[in-house]
């Protein structure tokens, strides 16, 4: 088990910006859902605004998981080599 730790990639930049991003996105989100929307801007005083930036947030996560599941990819196919 010690071993398999030692010898792990690092978490690739483009999946730690992505993740970055969601959680940035994710705040809003939360903002706009419990009704704060309208003291950051009259525009996300309503709830359909919060669902955007979810909707975002989500998307930015699973951008971003892709190049972390093709590094851990890379990094099996080296192991079993």
């Known amino acids: 088990m010690a071993d398999e730790t030692v010898n792990r990639r690092p978490v690739p930049l483009?999946?730690?910006v992505l993740f970055m991003l969601a959680g940035l996105c994710l705040l809003?989100?939360?903002a706009c859902f419990a009704g704060e929307g309208a003291r950051l801007h009259p525009a996300l005083a309503d709830p359909m605004a919060g669902l955007a930036f979810l909707v975002s947030a989500i998307a930015l996560?699973?951008?971003g998981a892709f190049p972390l599941v093709m590094s851990r990819l890379a990094q099996r196919d080296e192991d079993a080599a």
């Open 14 to 16: 483009t999946a730690r």
């Open 28 to 30: 809003p989100a939360v």
């Open 61 to 63: 996560a699973g951008s």
